[in-house]
């Protein structure tokens, strides 16, 4: 398989339509179908479904799309090893759906490159040496790091502004009684998932369902959108059109930190950034 094909792959799932997909990849969208069915002929597989709507992955599809982005992921990595031999290089930094912009800005101003990886995926890399720092919410298993907080926010309500609950100025735990969570898959983040789960029960909320939902923003706000009884619990923030952010009385706060290995090379230049 083509790297090509596995990145054309990657953006029509994630985009769920093949013209933006297109655009998003700087091709012509017939020629970025013709790609497509050419990946699907050479795995003997249907990989979308193809509506007036969109494009829809298949069992097979959502079965190859993490291979396909680790396998992105480490040919970019490889290309940047080689690159850091012949030029000075910025610090590579991880960072989660959901960063503080703050902080964001922080890191672009410095010229930091930054990578979209989730905290397991962070925590690898950072204890093999192929990441310089991770910014992820806290807490993870980060045992032999070092760990400097930068951003601490309440956590609110974010709903469809269709939801029942887009009409209050404020939410308190008992409005959430009967609704589901989406929330992104554990393995992504397990300790922070764990912690917000137990901190909805400390608050006496148990979701109805907690839903597995997908970390790229697109798909997270179409799940809120067309979701129904559905709600997540996100840091104040610009909300994506179609939704709505309450506040949250007696809201738990997430704690993004900056975390490295402090006998890392470029252990110095890591603690100046905060």
């Known amino acids: 398989m083509e790297l090509r ?50 494009m829809t992955p298949t069992a097979a599809a ?108 404020e939410v308190g735990w008992e409005d959430l009684t009967g609704l589901d969570l989406l929330l992104y898959e554990r393995k992504l983040a397990p300790g922070y998932h764990d912690r917000l789960l137990a901190d909805c029960a400390a608050a006496g909320w148990r979701p109805a369902h907690v839903r597995a939902g997908p970390p790229r923003r697109s798909l997270f706000v179409a799940g809120l959108r067309h979701g129904g009884d559905v709600i997540a619990l996100r840091p104040r923030e610009e909300p994506a059109e179609g939704l709505r952010w309450l506040p949250l009385r007696e809201a738990p706060v997430v704690r993004h930190a900056l975390v490295w290995d402090p006998a890392h090379e470029s252990s110095e230049r890591i603690a100046a950034l905060v």
């Open 5 to 54: 094909r596995l990145r054309y792959l990657c953006a029509v799932a994630e985009e769920g339509h093949l013209t933006r997909a297109a655009e998003r990849l700087g091709l012509r969208a017939s020629s970025l179908s013709q790609q497509i069915i050419a990946l699907e002929r050479e795995l003997d597989a249907t990989l979308f479904v193809r509506t007036q709507s969109g």
């Open 62 to 169: 959502l079965a190859l799309l993490p291979h396909a982005r680790r396998i992105l992921e480490e040919a970019e990595l490889g290309a940047r090893a080689v690159r850091d031999t012949t030029m000075g290089r910025p610090l590579r930094v991880g960072v989660t759906p959901g960063a503080p912009p703050a902080v964001l800005s922080t890191l672009y101003a410095e010229a930091v490159e930054i990578d979209d990886l989730p905290a397991a995926r962070q925590l690898d890399l950072l204890r093999r040496g192929a990441l310089d720092a991770g910014l992820l919410a806290l807490p993870e298993d980060v045992d032999g790091l070092r760990v400097a907080v930068v951003s601490e926010r309440p956590l609110g309500v974010l709903v469809s502004d269709a939801h029942s609950l887009a009409r209050l100025d």
